[in-house]
């Protein structure tokens, strides 16, 4: 992929319409995306990580990464971003060179997160990414991910504030998005989307406004996030273990994929 693969992710996030981004976790389920219409692929680091036998939460073999989005590049024509999580290291030296790997590997967007984290952290590994891509001649789409939602890092009646905050510090070290899961209130929503000029990504929760809403609120990006793995797992989950109580073998086939699809799909480049 080219830049020209990372100008086209980028106008993604100005509209007209909300970006939707169902994750995928290997090149499987990324080409399975492609092929129902996604316009780009983004990965989950939690499903990528669970598929590969790891944990969540900067626990993933960086060459594991590498391997992953190599696979899913090679597979698709859309652009790809990945969940780079906190960029695998505490050293944003080195994670300009995680990023640089990743571009290599024909990646035009990532996500990097605060996490529990100083703000100053994550602008200094906004910087070093922003560098690697300039270095490798891509733009590449930086999005800043901040967990003052999720994790409640400060008080409810504060986080809007605090989330501006921290969006304007990775604005100016680079950053061209903001992601802000766990935020679903739609005057939170709102009052976010106004505060910031860079486009807000948000994550799907079951009390999330609806796509238009979201749309009409301002919100730009919106990413299912480990969900549709999480929903895959519990399924595969019940199968099995009813399969290893019983050996039945119909419940197998309720809802499956043919074989033929499934093969075509994979066939096809």
Do not use: C
């Amino acid at each position: 992929m080219t830049d020209a693969t990372a100008k086209t992710f980028r106008a993604l996030h100005q509209g007209p319409d909300l970006l939707l981004l169902p994750n995928v976790w290997d090149a499987g389920s990324a080409k399975l995306f492609e092929s129902l219409g996604a316009r780009a692929i983004a990965t989950t680091s939690a499903g990528l990580a669970w598929a590969l036998g790891h944990p969540d939460g900067n626990a993933l073999p960086m060459d594991a990464l590498i391997a992953t989005a190599q696979a899913i590049t090679a597979v698709i024509r859309v652009p790809l971003t990945v969940d780079a999580e906190g960029g695998y290291s505490d050293d944003p030296a080195t994670v300009g060179e995680n990023v640089a790997r990743l571009l290599s590997a024909g990646v035009v967007g990532i996500n990097l997160e605060d996490g529990g984290g100083p703000p100053e952290l994550l602008a200094a590994k906004i910087e070093r990414a922003k560098q690697a891509g300039a270095r490798a001649g891509v733009d590449v789409f930086v999005n800043a991910r901040t967990d003052v939602f999720l994790r409640g890092l400060v008080p409810a009646e504060r986080r809007v504030e605090e989330t501006l905050a921290r969006a304007a510090r990775y604005q100016q070290a680079g950053a061209d998005g903001l992601f802000v899961p766990g935020a679903t209130d739609a005057d939170d929503l709102q009052a976010l989307t106004r505060g910031t000029p860079l486009p807000v990504n948000i994550m799907a929760k079951p009390n999330l406004p609806s796509a238009p809403e979201l749309q009409r609120l301002g919100v730009r990006r919106l990413s299912a996030g480990s969900a549709i793995a999480q929903a895959l797992w519990g399924r595969a989950g019940a199968l099995a273990s009813a399969f290893l109580r019983d050996g039945h073998s119909a419940a197998l086939f309720e809802e499956a994929a043919s074989y033929p699809s499934l093969n075509n799909l994979m066939t096809r480049r």
